[in-house]
């Protein structure tokens, strides 16, 4: 499967188009939706969500993760870029007005 894929935000029910090699973070922007942000490098956890579906790869070799994270399917958007249809449990999504 090829990009762009479709990131649906749980529990709004919200969807998007994510690009190749645009963050998940950067990808929802574009579509006007707000995630929770600061740091936008992987380091802060601002951002970290939960990963219900899919698969994503990241732009920088560790981020702020460990390992029993990256297992359980939380990931920062921020640094997460999509490599299928995702399916993702965010706190504090909103809408740009």
Known sequence: MSAP???TLAPQD?????GAEVSVL??????????PS???NGTCRT???RMLEGSVHYRIDWPGLSADEKRAGD?????????SDLRLAVG????RS
């Open 26 to 35: 950067q990808a929802a922007e574009a579509a006007g939706i707000r995630l």
């Open 75 to 83: 990931i920062l958007p921020c640094v997460a870029v999509a490599d």
């Open 47 to 49: 951002c970290l969500c």
């Open 14 to 18: 919200w969807s998007f188009e994510a």
């Open 38 to 40: 600061s740091c936008r």
């Open 92 to 95: 504090g999504a909103r809408r």
């Open 5 to 7: 894929f479709t990131v």
